[in-house]
C-alpha cells in the first residue's frame, strides 16, 4: 500500500509539552481509519490502563479513510479513550467538521497523552502544532470557547469542552463545531482530566487520492442516490426525528417508570420542533444535512439535533419542545450529556422515596419527580456542591454509599443509561445496545430493524445490501418465524464498524446510499490498492471484535438488562406495555436475553461469557 | 437575498448564488480543488466558502477570477440549491 496516501499520526505528551510525528501503522488497511484507527492504537494501552484519570489514559481521535474527500457524508471524528462513567474503552462517534479538517492539514490520528499543569488547547494549522494557554478559556462553556476559536483561527473546526469536563463529571463530552456531541460516557471528563480545553485545526492539503477520476465518479454515485432520495426533504427538516412513530412510544418519565402522556408528547413531537428551525446545518462533504440551528426566545443556538431534546426532556418532565431545546442547549454548553445528567437525576429521586437517601443527604429537601427538583439536582450536580457531588460519579461509582439496593434502582447497561425506553418494542436498537462493549449508544448496529414493524421482505433487501448472502438474511428475516435480532445484530454491527473506519455516517439515508462493493471500490480507488466488498466487511468484523478485545481487559463481559424492564412501562390511559420480541407475539425474560446473546457469541465465534477466542484473534490478526 | 462575487468575469451570469441555503458542507469548494486545484490545495479552488464572523453559523460563498472553465460542477455537487446553475 502506498504511504504517501495517508497522513501522520500525531502524538502529544501533555507532561512534557512534546509533540512528535509518527507513521501510521503497516497493518493500516486491516483496520483502515476511523474506528478502526481508534482501536488499533487503544490496544497498545488496553491492558495497562485502568483508571479513567490516568495520565497515561490516552485519549485518541481519528479521522475515516474517505475523509476530506468528496465521499458524501464523509466526516466522522472517530474518539477512544477509557471512559470515567463505566471505565469501558468506549469508541466515540461525531458529525461536524474535524475529521475532514485534521486531514486537510495532513493527520489520521492524535494520540494524547498526559496531564497539562495548566490549561491548554491544542492549535493545528496545516504541520504547525502547537499548544496554546487556556487559561481564558478555561470556565467557559463550549459554544462561546468554540465561537472565540473560530475567531481566533479562521476556517477551522473545534472539539471543545466545557465546564463539566473541567469538573471531571463523569458524564461529560465534549462538541465538535458547537453542533455535534462526541463521548457520552466522560470523553469530555478525560479533557478536563488531561487540562486540554480544546482542539482546533486548520488545514488546507486535501488526501491524495491514487485513482481520482473513478473516485469522483463513484462518489458523485453516492452523491446522486441520497439527492434523489424520495424523503430527503422531510429528512433536511426532521433528521432522525423522522422515526417519531417510534421514538414518541419510547419517551418514559421519572427514572423509566412511567411512559409521558400523550398530550406532553405531541408537544415534543416533530411538527413543534420544526417552528424552531432557524437553518439546517451540514457536517462537511454531507449532503443529508440534520443538525440545525434553533430559536426558542433568544438569539438562535446550534444543536446536534433535535430529538435529542425531545428524548431529555421527557426525562426531566419539560412541557414543552421549547423548554426541552433550552435545557438540552444549556446542558450542550457545560458540556454534559443531557440523557445521562437526567437519567442520574431521576435516580437520585427514586433512591430518596425508597428511603436510600435522607434529607440530610439532600440539604433539607423531599425529593419528588417535578421539573422544578430535576432542575435543582441537575445544578447541584453540575456544581458539584452536595449529593450532586456524588452523582457526578455516575451510577456505579458509590456502591457503599448508595448500597445494592440504591445500584438497583438505577436504570443501565454497564453503567450507562438507555437512551429510550425499550419497553414499547423491543428491536435492533435494544439489542445493539445491549451488545454494545460501552454500554448504550445511538446509531452503533443501526438497521431498519431499530423501527417495529418491519416486513421480512424488506429486512432481507437490508441486508443484502450490507452484503448479507440470501441464505443467511433468509435465515435472519423468515417470512414464517421470528426475526433473529441476535444474528442480524451481529451484520449490523460489522457494517457499521467498516463505515466508521471510512469516516462515514451510519444515520439510515446515508448507510442506505453506500453498500459494501461501492465502499469498497471508493477505498481502492484513494489508497491504489486491491480491495472488495467482502474485505470492507472483514475490516468490520475485525473492528468490532477488537472492539470487543480492547474492553476485555476491563472485564466488561456480561450484558444484562435491568430488571426495571421486565416490569411493565405504566401508560396513562392506556394499556401497560411490556416488553416484547420484534413480533410482539412473545413476552420477552431475563431467559429469553440469554438465548439470544447466546446465540449471538455463538455467530460471532466467541466463548459463552462473551469474550473474544484466541481462534478468533488468530483467525482475524487481532491486536494485542 | 446577498450575493458575494469577486472579481468574476462571467460566473454571475452562470450561478445563482443563495448564501442564505449554504449549510457548510463544502462539496463545492473540495471538487474544485480536486479538479482544478494546483497541488490538491484546498487554496486553489475557484471557489471558496468561508464561515461568518459573528453569525458564527452562516457562510459567505467567494470565486476567484481564475474560475472561467465554466465546468459548473460546483452548482452541480451542491446539495442545498447555495449554487444553481442558472436556466437558459
Known sequence: MRTDCLGKILNIDLDNAHITETNVLDNYQDYLGGMGLANLLAARYADRVTDPFSSI??????????????????????????????????????GGGFAARLKWAGYEALVITGRSPKPVYLAIDNTAVKLLPADALWGKGI????????????????????????????????????????????????????????????????????????FLALAQDVHQRMRKLSWRNQWLRQGVYLGWSRWKEEL???????????????????QAYEKHIVRPLACISCPM???????????????????????????????????????????NDYGVDDLTLYAVVGWAIDMYQAGILSKEDTGGRALAHT???????????????????????????NKERFGEKG???AVHIRGMDL????????????????????????????????????KPASLRRFLLSIGVSEDKAKIIAPDDGELDLALLVRHTEDWYAAVSSLGVCARQPVIQCYDPDSAARMVAAVLGIDFNGEDLLQVGERVWNQYRLNNGHQGQGQEILPDQLYQPLTVPGSEDYLLKNYEQDRKVTPQYVENSLQRYYAK???????????????RLQLSQ | MKMLLRDINHAPDKFQVSEHNCCGCLHCMVVCAEIWGEGSSLNSARVKVCRNTGDYYGYSIYFDSDCRSGCKLCAKWCPYGALQVKEG
Open chain 1, 419 to 454: 437512551i429510550s425506553d425499550p419497553r414499547p418494542h423491543s428491536s435492533g436498537f435494544l439489542f445493539s445496545q445491549l451488545t454494545n462493549p460501552r454500554g448504550p449508544y445511538v446509531v452503533q448496529g443501526n438497521s431498519p430493524a431499530f423501527t417495529p414493524g418491519k
Open chain 1, 407 to 409: 445500584i438497583e434502582l
Open chain 1, 371 to 397: 421539573a422544578e427538583e430535576y432542575g435543582l439536582l441537575a445544578r447541584e450536580i453540575l456544581e458539584r456542591r452536595g449529593l450532586g457531588d456524588l452523582l457526578a460519579e455516575g451510577f456505579m461509582a
Open chain 1, 143 to 214: 459554544l462561546e470557547t468554540t465561537e472565540t476559536l473560530w475567531r481566533q483561527h479562521k476556517d477551522s473546526s473545534v472539539i471543545a469542552i466545557g465546564p463539566a469536563g473541567e469538573k471531571k463529571i463523569t458524564f461529560a463530552l465534549s462538541l465538535v463545531d458547537n453542533m455535534a456531541t462526541l463521548g457520552r460516557g466522560g470523553l469530555g471528563a478525560v479533557m478536563g482530566d488531561k487540562g486540554l480545553k480544546a482542539v482546533v485545526v486548520k488545514g488546507t492539503q486535501l488526501p491524495k487520492i491514487v485513482h481520482k477520476s473513478k
Open chain 1, 289 to 331: 444535512a440534520d443538525k440545525a440551528t434553533v430559536k426558542t426566545g433568544g438569539a438562535a443556538k446550534p444543536i446536534s439535533y433535535g430529538l435529542q431534546a425531545a428524548l431529555s426532556g421527557a426525562r426531566w418532565g419539560a412541557k414543552d419542545i421549547s423548554q426541552a431545546l433550552d435545557g438540552m442547549i444549556e446542558a
Open chain 1, 252 to 270: 418514559s418519565t421519572e427514572n423509566f417508570s412511567r411512559r409521558l402522556p400523550s398530550e406532553q408528547i405531541d408537544r415534543l413531537s416533530p
Open chain 1, 604 to 618: 460471532r465465534g466467541w466463548d459463552n461469557k462473551g469474550r473474544v477466542t484466541s481462534k478468533n484473534i488468530e
Open chain 1, 57 to 94: 489514559n490516552p485519549l485518541i481521535v481519528t479521522v475515516g479513510t474517505l475523509a476530506g474527500t468528496p465521499a458524501p457524508s464523509s466526516s466522522r471524528t472517530s474518539a477512544m479513550t477509557l471512559m470515567p462513567l463505566n471505565g469501558a474503552w468506549g469508541s466515540a462517534n461525531a
